[in-house]
């Protein structure tokens, strides 16, 4: 990464969550017959936690436009172990199928993201830098895994973008469990805690809209055991003006180029 690009790079950090002492799966419906034989994956993948998933993937496909809030906190783990603790808050304003607005804060950093459908604006606030890419024309899934993989650009929350849709596939999941229920912000949620390769997560549910209202997720890679913690808070009513998604440089902003990942890993450092 070239320094004048450093100042725009961001990675949304590993997830987190401690479970409870003692999880306890839902108890299943008598059935008239016997059942049928299950094998130990099929027992630890609760059809009621994978069906919340369903619904929640129905719900969010379903939104139209959206402003949402999430106070955020990752843990970064030191080369020595200590595990440091960072706090900020992700805003987004979405419009489907190909507009977007985000915004990290932090005491430590404030980065903003435009895409109005065809041109993908970064740009830092307080460094007064920006970069821009022309003609992207991709929906918001589309989007985030362009970003991802060819800018080194990981969007927090981005999994709301993918689940109801091929690009989330419920067959990683390894372990699903129905928690119980409970409250997030005074309203009624359902508590479910998953298992996938390299990490567990725990998610709460809005019984009355099946979005999601708080999210834990542990890393399983670091045996520090890393989380991020995010809590939502989503408004589906206020229209969204279509000038959140539109950036227009400041005058006093320099703009660089973004680069794309394949380009800084394959360069030769010999060509000129």
């Not at 999994?159 to 109801?164: C, Q, T």
């Not at 469990?177 to 997560?201: M, R, S």
């Not at 999601?212 to 542990?218: A, N, V, Y």
């Amino acid at each position: 990464m070239s320094p004048a690009s450093k100042p725009l790079a961001w990675t949304t950090g590993l997830l987190l969550a401690t479970l409870v002492p003692c999880l306890h799966a839902a108890p299943a419906e008598a059935k008239p017959a016997a059942p049928a034989p299950t094998t130990a994956a099929d027992s630890e993948r609760d059809p009621a936690a994978l069906a919340a998933l369903d619904r929640m993937g129905a719900a969010l496909r379903a939104l139209k436009q959206f402003s949402l809030t999430s106070d955020a906190s990752t843990e970064v783990v030191l080369d020595d172990g200590q595990k440091i603790e960072l706090d900020g808050v992700v805003t987004y304003k979405v419009k489907a199928p190909n507009q977007l607005f985000l915004e990290l804060r932090s005491d430590r950093q404030l980065r903003q993201l435009f895409y109005d459908g065809s041109t993908l604006s970064v740009y830092s606030p307080r460094l007064k830098y920006y970069a821009q890419v022309d003609g992207m024309s991709a929906t918001l899934g589309d989007l985030v895994e362009d970003a991802a993989t060819r800018y080194g650009i990981d969007l927090p929350l981005a999994d709301m973008f993918l689940w109801g849709t091929d690009k989330a596939p419920k067959t990683a999941i390894r372990g699903a469990l129905y928690i119980g229920g409970g409250t997030v912000d005074g309203e009624p949620v359902d508590q479910y805690a998953f298992k996938q390769e390299g990490v567990d997560w725990q998610l709460w549910v809005s019984t009355a809209t099946s979005l999601p209202k708080k999210l834990i997720i542990t890393s399983l890679d670091d045996p520090a055991l890393p989380q991020y913690r995010a809590q939502l808070r989503w408004d589906t009513r206020t229209p969204v003006a279509e000038t959140a998604f539109r950036f227009a440089p400041p005058a006093d902003a320099s703009r660089i180029k973004l680069v794309p990942v394949v380009m800084v890993v394959s360069a030769d450092p010999q060509e000129k």
